[in-house]
């Protein structure tokens, strides 16, 4: 059941991404916890700076759009509250400066944690 509801976490995490939209984006973290996301090329902490400064200031202005694909998710359970997920991921974007296809590809990990039976991000670090 908790893998499915991880599985659930990053697919909802790839939509957030695609649509940029703040209240999904936000509903996906650990409220509690200082979050971190560590790009390939920058470290951000704190949800209000990886959401305004990783996916407003750096993934929507290049971007017309991105699609985040996530290709071979595999969960670890650390404890029963704390897992890490990793997997293969890709995107397909249109960057904005001149509309053309663009797209990387890597590893990235995800440390998430069960609060009040919800499974929540807390760091994310994307691997080229």
């Known amino acids: 059941m908790d893998e499915l509801l991880i599985k659930e976490l990053v697919k909802n995490y790839q ?9 999904d984006f936000y509903s996906l973290w650990s409220k509690d916890e200082e979050n971190t ?9 704190g949800l209000d700076t990886i959401y305004q400064d990783f996916l407003i200031n750096g993934i929507q202005r290049n971007y017309l759009t991105i ?3 996530a290709e071979k998710i595999d ?3 650390v404890t029963k509250e704390i897992a890490i997920v990793v997997f293969q ?6 960057r904005s400066e001149d509309q053309s296809p663009y797209g990387i ?3 990235e990990t995800q440390v998430v944690i069960k609060k009040e039976n919800e499974w929540k ?3 994310i670090h994307y691997s080229k």
Do not use: M, V
């Open 15 to 23: 939509k957030a991404i695609h649509t940029q939209n703040k209240e």
């Open 37 to 45: 996301l560590i790009s390939i090329t920058n470290k951000f902490i």
């Open 67 to 69: 699609d985040l694909i």
């Open 75 to 77: 969960i670890h359970f």
């Open 89 to 94: 991921y890709h995107t397909e974007c249109i």
């Open 105 to 107: 590809q890597g590893l």
């Open 121 to 123: 991000l807390t760091h």
